[in-house]
């Protein structure tokens, strides 16, 4: 018998496995604070998911509702954003347990189509860790829209970190 992955809504009870996951895969100058972590699923629970085999959390995904050419400076707290048109991603992580089983995909297309259903009409984020190929596996290009304000809180990124961008069909 095989055991399946499903993604859902993230609960406060998983908040000790997003925690565990993001110190397996992210490096230590990218690790957020466990006060940011629960701080922002606080405010925007309704846009945060993981998905989990036989009870075990495998891997999550926590966005916000925004604008196109907004980043949140790394390391801040975020809330949804009045008349938001995108879904920003802003944190994608899976457990080395169960690297390779496509769990990433799966997060982000269970993500994309929360956010049609929502009628966002794009979604963006920024890539760090070399995953950039990764994120144009998935449809997303490099973004042109950032200002000189947006500029600097990309800056705030620990090594390459590129805005990315992906218009949803309805």
């Avoid at 690790?31 to 699923?41: C, H, K, N, S």
């Avoid at 891997?59 to 604008?67: F, N, P, R, T």
């Amino acid at each position: 018998m095989t055991l399946e992955f499903i993604c859902r809504a993230m609960q406060e009870r998983d908040l000790a496995d997003v925690i565990r996951i993001q110190a397996e895969a992210y490096s230590d100058e990218i690790l957020e604070t466990d006060a940011v972590i629960y701080a922002r699923f606080a405010q925007t629970a309704d846009t945060a998911w993981v998905v989990e085999r036989s009870g075990e959390v495998c891997g999550y995904l926590v966005g916000y509702e925004s604008a196109l050419g907004e980043v949140t400076p790394w390391g801040s707290e975020f809330a949804h954003k009045p008349d938001s048109t995108a879904l920003y991603l802003h944190d994608l992580a899976i457990s080395k347990s169960a690297a390779g089983c496509g769990l990433g995909p799966l997060l982000v297309n269970h993500a994309l189509k929360e956010a049609r259903q929502r009628e966002l009409r794009a979604a963006a984020l920024v890539s760090v860790q070399n995953s950039q190929s990764f994120w144009q596996k998935l449809g997303f290009a490099v973004g042109t829209l950032l200002d000189e304000i947006q500029q600097a809180n990309l800056a705030t990124y620990s090594g390459p970190a590129i805005y990315m961008t992906r218009e949803l069909a309805g």
